[in-house]
Each structure stands twice: as structure tokens, then as C-alpha cells.
């Protein structure tokens, strides 16, 4: 019998066992759900039953990687998990290009992040902040005193600002400490500081605090990459003009800027998954950066005088090499030893390298061939497995659907009982 209330009280008191038992009834699960559900992989049930709540089960994405990558003279293996098909071949490609120009280039900010504290109800605002700012050093000093291990690592809370904000619920004053988090993405370490000023504050101000947490726009946390790629790698002239003329597109027209951003985040999120870190705090902060003048735009931008093709990108990734799944998940352990990454800095520029690398491969391709040429041969051979084909038919039947132009169901059905027919007879 099913149950269908989703009120279950002390859900996470029960075992993994006992949570799967429930939702196998709740959702009719067969068997062989039921035997998917528990085989886990690299990440150990344990394991993962300590990083969030309620676990029942692992999700397995696949890891593939990336080759040809030359970023500042170095050579990387670049790990990446997504479920899209072509885009880790895409960025293989396009890295191989690149490779023809000395490869990508990058520099970074140093690893700041903004902690807000929102302060209301504070009768001169303006007094406030300059009261504020007189006691910076002994804020700075409070703040500190959370985290003595990241001071003697040389990071901590470095600066403080504050800005008067006009909103629909008042005058606000908006004050962001900010926080060198050397190698972890330091949404723990500011939170924690960003809540124990937060009373100081209110106290000097004379008035209250509301929220106390991080930014996601981490604007103090500024990746760059750049190349310079001879046209003939990329195809020659005319498919770098159209290069830079996809790249006006999306300068000129927030719908397509979306779409050019998607593919810099194909690269840029997969890298940030495969080694464990938050990729909503690294697309939340890529939009707003892209939006930080009032329009949307493309967080890349892509010139050429006929020899070369000149690409770069600009955008904040807020990523760590310690702390939270970076050093649990044993595959993002391992993504990371692949990099050979020694600082989140590192990290975080061989990640906007990506996606730089990443968006040169789809606007090379939407300027030549057209994106589905790419994908075509990938999706054949899900389609070829949809229809039943088993070991060596797939690439028959895939090849065969590419050849006709006709990547469809019963188009690879039609192909595979020829082929099972012409072997029989
Ligand atoms: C698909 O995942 C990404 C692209 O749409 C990006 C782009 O259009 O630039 C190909």
C-alpha cells in the first residue's frame, strides 16, 4: 500500500534503510529501483548520510576529462562533471586551439569575500556610518578573533565599508566586512564573522541588525583569463569574424547573452562540481557581475584583426580547495589532486580558463557548422541504445542515422533490424 502524506515527522531520526523503505511506498518503487537507489559508487553512503540530511541514496553524474589544456605554461587535466553530452569533447577541441596561441593566460584578485550586515531602523544613518568607519580597526579586531587560524594563514576580515541604501522598508545601513579567505570559499568563516560584529555594530549605530551573511557577488573575487589564438587554428577568417560578430550579438541582446553565458557555465560549473564546490554561489555571483551595469551581458568577449582571435572573460568564482565537500567527497579529493590546484586562486583561474575555453567552442561551432553537428553523434548513440541497440550496433546504428541526417527513434529501430537482419542472412 502507498502513502501519499510527505508529513513525516523525525524523518532524519530514521536510518537510510528506513528513510528508502518510506519513500519506495510513497512512490510505488519497484525492485529494481529499490536496487539502484543502493548501489552506490565512489562516495560512500556514510559519507554522504553526514554532508546533508535525509539521505537515502547517492546520485552518480559522469566525470570525464578534459585534455589539451595549456593555461599560464602549465599543462592540466581538466576534470569535469556534467550530464550534457559534447561539452567536455567541445572544451577538448577548443583547448587544443588555444594550445596553438601559448594557450590561456589568467590573473586574479585576491580570495575576498563581502559579508553583509544590514542594519534598520537607525535614526542618522549617515552619523552611524562615519561612526562605523572611526572604529574600523577594532571591528576588524572582533571579527578576527572568530578565526585565529585563517589570521595566521594570513587571511581574516581586512576592510570594512558601509552604505546608506533607500528602500521599500526605509533607510538601511548596509555595511560588508571584507574577508580574505585564502583557500576556502569562506561562506563559513565570513558568516561566522559577519554574526559576531553584527551586535557591535547595531550597538554603535543605534539601531538593528537584520541579516548577517555572505554576498554572492563576489566582485572582490575577480578571475581573468585571456588568449590570443593564430585565425587559421580556429577555422581562419571568417569563422573568427564570426566569432566576434556572435560575441556583439550578445553585447548588444540580453537573450542571446544568456545563452553565451550558459555555455561559459557549462565549463565553469563542471569544474566547480567536479572538485566539490557550491556552483549556485558561483552562478548566482557570474549572472549578477554580468548584470552589474544594469544590462545583462556577456561575461566574455571575443575580437580579432584578421591574424588573431583574441578572447577573454572576466567573473568572479568564489571556489575552495578546503572545507565542505572539497575534502568529504573522495571523487572531488581526487578531481582536485588531477588539477594539482596548491590555492583556491589556482583553482579559480584554471575554472574561468574553462570557461573561456568552453564558450570559444560554442561560438566556433555556432559560426561554423552549427552546434547540433557536434552533438549529433553523442545523441545518435543514446537514441541507437533507446531503440535496443546492444555492444557494437551502437556505433552501426549511430554512424548510419548521422550519414542519412536522420537522428531519430524509429529511424535508428529501422536501422537496427537491417543490421540484425543483414547479419542473420
Ligand atoms: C549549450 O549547452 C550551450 C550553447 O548554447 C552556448 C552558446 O550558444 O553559446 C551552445
Given at each position: 500500500?502507498?502513502?501519499?502524506?510527505?508529513?513525516?515527522?523525525?524523518?532524519?531520526?530514521?536510518?537510510?534503510?528506513?528513510?528508502?523503505?518510506?519513500?519506495?511506498?510513497?512512490?510505488?518503487?519497484?525492485?529494481?529501483?529499490?536496487?539502484?537507489?543502493?548501489?552506490?559508487?565512489?562516495?560512500?553512503?556514510?559519507?554522504?548520510?553526514?554532508?546533508?540530511?535525509?539521505?537515502?541514496?547517492?546520485?552518480?553524474?559522469?566525470?570525464?576529462?578534459?585534455?589539451?589544456?595549456?593555461?599560464?605554461?602549465?599543462?592540466?587535466?581538466?576534470?569535469?562533471?556534467?550530464?550534457?553530452?559534447?561539452?567536455?569533447?567541445?572544451?577538448?577541441?577548443?583547448?587544443?586551439?588555444?594550445?596553438?596561441?601559448?594557450?590561456?593566460?589568467?590573473?586574479?584578485?585576491?580570495?575576498?569575500?563581502?559579508?553583509?550586515?544590514q542594519l534598520v531602523?537607525v535614526?542618522?544613518?549617515?552619523?552611524?556610518?562615519?561612526?562605523?568607519?572611526?572604529?574600523?580597526?577594532?571591528?576588524?579586531?572582533?571579527?578576527?578573533?572568530?578565526?585565529?587560524?585563517?589570521?595566521?594563514?594570513?587571511?581574516?576580515?581586512?576592510?570594512?565599508?558601509?552604505?546608506?541604501?533607500?528602500?521599500?522598508?526605509?533607510?538601511?545601513l548596509?555595511?560588508?566586512?571584507?574577508?580574505?579567505?585564502?583557500?576556502?570559499?569562506?561562506?563559513?568563516?565570513?558568516?561566522?564573522?559577519?554574526?559576531?560584529?553584527?551586535?557591535?555594530l547595531a550597538?554603535?549605530a543605534?539601531g538593528?541588525f537584520?541579516?548577517?551573511?555572505?554576498?554572492?557577488?563576489?566582485?572582490?573575487?575577480?578571475?581573468?583569463?585571456?588568449?590570443?589564438?593564430?585565425?587559421?587554428?580556429?577555422?581562419?577568417?571568417?569563422?573568427?569574424?564570426?566569432?566576434?560578430?556572435?560575441?556583439?550579438?550578445?553585447?548588444?541582446?540580453?537573450?542571446?547573452?544568456?545563452?553565451?553565458?550558459?555555455?561559459?557555465?557549462?565549463?565553469?560549473?563542471?569544474?566547480?562540481?567536479?572538485?566539490?564546490?557550491?556552483?549556485?554561489?558561483?552562478?548566482?555571483?557570474?549572472?549578477?557581475?554580468?548584470?552589474?551595469?544594469?544590462?545583462?551581458?556577456?561575461?566574455?568577449?571575443?575580437?580579432?584583426?584578421?591574424?588573431?582571435?583574441?578572447?577573454?572573460?572576466?567573473?568572479?568564482?568564489?571556489?575552495?580547495?578546503?572545507?565542505?565537500?572539497?575534502?568529504?567527497?573522495?571523487?572531488?579529493?581526487?578531481?582536485?589532486?588531477?588539477?594539482?590546484?596548491?590555492?583556491?586562486?589556482?583553482?579559480?583561474?584554471?575554472?574561468?580558463?574553462?570557461?573561456?575555453?568552453?564558450?570559444?567552442?560554442?561560438?566556433?561551432?555556432?559560426?561554423?557548422?552549427?552546434?547540433?553537428?557536434?552533438?549529433?553523434?553523442?545523441?545518435?548513440?543514446?537514441?541507437?541504445?533507446?531503440?535496443?541497440?546492444?555492444?557494437?550496433?551502437?556505433?552501426?546504428?549511430?554512424?548510419?542515422?548521422?550519414?542519412?541526417?536522420?537522428?531519430?527513434?524509429?529511424?535508428?529501430?529501422?536501422?537496427?533490424?537491417?543490421?540484425?537482419?543483414?547479419?542473420?542472412?
Open positions: 500500500m502507498s502513502r501519499r502524506s510527505s508529513r513525516i515527522s523525525g524523518f532524519y531520526k530514521l536510518s537510510i534503510e528506513e528513510r528508502l523503505k518510506i519513500v519506495s511506498e510513497f512512490a510505488d518503487l519497484t525492485s529494481d529501483e529499490i536496487g539502484s537507489l543502493k548501489r552506490h559508487g565512489a562516495l560512500d553512503i556514510e559519507i554522504a548520510n553526514r554532508m546533508i540530511e535525509n539521505v537515502i541514496s547517492t546520485y552518480e553524474l559522469p566525470l570525464g576529462i578534459a585534455v589539451n589544456f595549456l593555461i599560464n605554461g602549465r599543462d592540466y587535466l581538466i576534470p569535469m562533471v556534467i550530464e550534457e553530452p559534447s561539452v567536455v569533447a567541445a572544451a577538448s577541441n577548443a583547448a587544443r586551439m588555444a594550445r596553438e596561441g601559448g594557450g590561456v593566460y589568467t590573473s586574479s584578485t585576491g580570495p575576498y569575500m563581502i559579508g553583509q550586515i531602523k535614526p542618522q544613518p549617515a552619523i552611524a556610518r562615519l561612526e562605523i568607519l572611526k572604529r574600523k580597526d577594532e571591528i576588524l579586531e572582533l571579527a578576527n578573533q572568530c578565526d585565529p587560524v585563517l589570521v595566521r594563514l594570513g587571511g581574516g576580515a581586512k576592510d570594512l565599508e558601509a552604505r546608506i541604501l533607500e528602500t521599500r522598508s526605509g533607510v538601511m548596509i555595511v560588508h566586512l571584507i574577508v580574505d579567505v585564502r583557500d576556502a570559499m569562506g561562506a563559513n568563516a565570513v558568516n561566522t564573522m559577519a554574526e559576531t560584529i553584527a551586535p557591535r550597538s554603535i543605534g538593528y537584520r541579516l548577517r551573511i555572505i554576498s554572492n557577488l563576489a566582485d572582490r573575487r575577480l578571475v581573468r583569463a585571456w588568449t590570443k589564438i593564430p585565425v587559421e587554428a580556429v577555422g581562419g577568417r571568417e569563422v573568427a569574424e564570426g566569432i566576434m560578430e556572435a560575441w556583439a550579438f550578445a553585447e548588444a541582446d540580453p537573450y542571446r547573452a544568456a545563452t553565451h553565458n550558459k555555455g561559459i557555465m557549462n565549463g565553469v560549473d563542471a569544474v566547480v562540481i567536479a572538485t566539490g564546490n557550491d556552483w549556485r554561489a558561483v552562478e548566482a555571483g557570474a549572472h549578477t557581475y554580468a548584470a552589474r551595469d544594469g544590462r545583462y551581458r556577456p561575461l566574455s568577449r571575443w575580437e580579432t584583426d584578421g591574424s588573431y582571435l583574441y578572447g577573454s572573460l572576466e567573473m568572479p568564482i568564489a571556489v575552495g580547495i578546503v572545507g565542505g565537500a572539497t575534502k568529504t567527497h573522495p571523487l572531488a579529493k581526487i578531481s582536485l589532486k588531477i588539477l594539482g590546484v596548491k590555492t583556491s586562486q589556482e583553482l579559480a583561474e584554471i575554472i574561468g580558463a574553462v570557461g573561456l575555453v568552453q564558450n570559444l567552442a560554442a561560438l566556433r561551432a555556432l559560426a561554423a557548422e552549427g552546434i547540433q553537428a557536434g552533438h549529433m553523434s553523442l545523441h545518435a548513440k543514446n537514441i541507437a541504445v533507446m531503440a535496443g541497440a546492444v555492444g557494437g550496433e551502437i556505433d552501426l546504428v549511430a554512424e548510419e542515422m548521422v550519414r542519412e541526417k536522420a537522428v531519430r527513434l524509429d529511424k535508428a529501430q529501422e536501422i537496427l533490424s537491417r543490421i540484425r537482419k543483414e547479419r542473420k542472412s
